[in-house]
């Protein structure tokens, strides 16, 4: 199925040599294969295995429920803010901790592009408008730190709107972490060869192809300024009371398991099961840019 005739052949380099890898072409080149997995240095030699996945991820789901139970029952709020490069896993990620729990109080929101209206707005004031009442889990699939990537690397914004975002965001952030709402963010980082092997696959899995959009397109050859402007963001916006959750998500499976994790590690819920939730594997998860040296 060809949606996107005009994808250009994408250039990597790979021990010091550039190669040309199309997008279009239905046979994947066979080093992005064997290098997808250990990309971007990802730790582990082998994915996760579906059998532990699945037994884990009840366990895990069970307890999110339980947690939705202590929000309603103490008007506790919650945001998750989930963010990566394009195919790094976000929304499996986003769909998995949502999977069980009552939608009348666990939304996912994923905003189109501003209106006309909402561009004239305060830029976080559409995000504002989303966030949870008292019980709400709200789970951002990007937000506004669309202005932080893809806005300035597309550039869909001015560089004083991007200066000014990084200067005031810790300072917004603020606000919500002192209206005791739990506030977690999280990169989901991967490799380029991941990141390609993934576009492939949308590129030629007829069940896949709603997910590669003209923007994924666009960004195939602008891996250095996401890296650059992922560097900065994560610098300037991670905060000791804010701080940034990295997770290595070339495994999917580990991905999930670990930022659910995190949550439940964080939040002190009425009848958490410490044993279900087992511990955050520390070479997929870390804290902030460093763990991205």
């Not at 997910?211 to 000791?240: C, F, G, I, Q």
Request: net charge positive; charged share 30%.
């Amino acid at each position: 199925m060809v949606i996107f005739p005009d994808i250009k052949p994408v250039e990597i380099e790979i021990g010091g040599k550039k190669r040309p890898v199309d997008i279009d072409d239905p046979k994947l080149p066979d080093w992005v294969d064997d290098n997808a997995l250990s990309s971007g240095g990802f730790p582990y030699q082998k994915k996760i295995g579906k059998d532990e996945y699945d037994d884990t991820l009840e366990r895990l789901q069970i307890e999110l429920v339980k947690v939705q139970y202590w929000l309603q029952a103490t008007g506790r709020r919650v945001i998750a803010v989930y963010e990566g490069r394009d195919a790094a896993g976000k929304g499996g990620t986003i769909f998995v901790t949502r999977a069980y729990l009552n939608p009348r109080s666990a939304r996912v929101v994923a905003l189109a592009k501003p209106t006309e209206s909402e561009q004239g707005q305060w830029y976080y004031q559409r995000y504002v408008a989303q966030f949870p009442t008292a019980g709400e889990f709200v789970l951002f699939d990007r937000s506004w730190y669309n202005r932080a990537g893809v806005e300035p690397v597309m550039g869909f914004c001015t560089p004083e709107q991007y200066e000014t975002f990084l200067e005031e965001t810790p300072h917004f952030e603020r606000m919500v972490l002192n209206d005791r709402i739990f506030f977690f963010k999280f990169w989901l980082d991967i490799g380029r060869e991941m990141q390609i092997k993934r576009f492939h696959d949308r590129r030629h899995d007829p069940l896949k192809t709603w997910k590669l959009s003209p923007m994924d397109v666009a960004a195939l050859n602008k891996w250095d300024d996401y890296t650059e402007k992922r560097d900065r963001m994560l610098n300037k916006t991670h905060t000791e009371r804010a701080p940034w959750t990295v997770i290595r998500a070339n495994d999917k499976r580990r991905a999930r398991l670990n930022a659910i994790r995190h949550i439940l590690h964080r939040i002190d819920y009425e009848g958490k099961d410490r044993g279900a939730i087992g511990e955050i594997d520390d070479k997929i998860l870390g804290s902030g840019p460093k763990f991205l040296k």
